[in-house]
């Protein structure tokens, strides 16, 4: 095993914003493979983001199919809750919002429950009237 623990950083700040993007992906994967370890993983995947946003446009989905496979298939960690918005270009539209609904349910029971509550509620003052 070549990552002795989960927390093991492969990549420097250097190395992530000089190399090519076939060997980050490469050294990405291999350490996800070995670890498992979604949370770190996203992280490293975030900063590539921020390299295609300064102007790399080779970065622009970068490891799309690992992104994909972690938010839809891994159990969501605070970290992967955290930058979860970052990759909203990643997803189809119908599978964004099935993946908002599987991250954040209490949130969207909330917002469900408050547009309910604000259904019920007439949206105009009602008229006053005054007793002679």
Known sequence: MRYQTHN?????YRQTFSLKPETLEKRVMEYYQETQNSSLTIKYILALRVRFKLGAQEFSHILEDLVRYLFMNTKATRTMKR?????????MEAEWKRLTLRIFPLRNFGKKILSVVRSLIPSGRPE???KS
């Open 8 to 12: 093991e950083q492969i990549l420097t």
């Open 83 to 91: 930058f979860f918005y970052y990759f909203k270009d990643y997803f």
């Open 128 to 130: 006053e009237t005054t």
